[in-house]
């Protein structure tokens, strides 16, 4: 081999000798990378939450039309969800929760403002939000992230927010 080829064979490896990064310089990289992920992974899952609210009162606004509908042509409401047809499941996997205030006996479950007011004179449509959990106060801890129709329909939003 001669000299030349020599030489020509050391600068061709010499990226994978003379250059490269440190141990440090590698470590402060993963490290950024990292908060970066998670602060992307944060965005990203609230991101996701506001979208499963968003859907649950589209759908809560749906089955009030169809229950609505349900009433101009029987005069009363409908017992449960499956006389109008069924609902879906909620974004979260959880039936939407209706509890019709005309045959319910007493006032135990109908669902309550921070005065322990029913919200509603009609019917109550809810989801029971990201938790599966819920109580009959808007002010109970369950409640807060249920998604409900209140004022007969004219308010249909986060329990948290009304």
Same mark, same amino acid.
């Given at each position: 081999? !001669? ?5 020509? %064979? $050391?600068?061709?490896?010499? *990226?994978?000798?003379?250059?490269? *990064? !440190?141990?440090? /310089? ?14 992307? @992974? &944060? $965005? @990203?899952?609230? *991101? ?6 968003? /859907? !649950?009162?589209?759908?809560? *606004? ?13 005069? &009363? ?5 499956? =006389? ?18 005309? !045959? ?26 990201? =938790?599966?959990? &819920? ?12 998604? %409900? ?14």
């Amino acid at each position: 081999m !001669t000299m030349i080829q020599r030489i020509y %064979i $050391r600068k061709s490896f010499s *990226f994978i000798y003379g250059t490269g *990064f !440190t141990v440090l /310089e590698l470590m402060m990289v993963l490290i950024i990378v990292g908060i970066l992920a998670t602060l992307g @992974y &944060s $965005r @990203y899952d609230e *991101f996701i939450e506001k979208a499963r609210v968003a /859907e !649950t009162k589209t759908d809560i *606004f749906a089955l009030d039309v169809k229950i609505n509908y349900f009433y101009n042509n029987h005069q &009363s409401f409908p017992a449960s969800l499956a =006389d109008i047809g069924g609902a879906p499941l909620d974004p979260w996997g959880n039936p939407y929760q209706y509890l019709n205030i005309q !045959t319910t006996r007493g006032r135990g479950a109908v669902r309550k403002d921070h005065r322990l007011v029913p919200i509603n004179s009609d019917y109550d449509l809810y989801s029971m939000g990201k =938790d599966g959990r &819920s109580a009959s106060p808007l002010t109970a801890r369950h409640s807060h992230d249920d998604i %409900i129709r209140a004022n007969d329909g004219d308010y249909i939003g986060l329990a948290k927010d009304y």
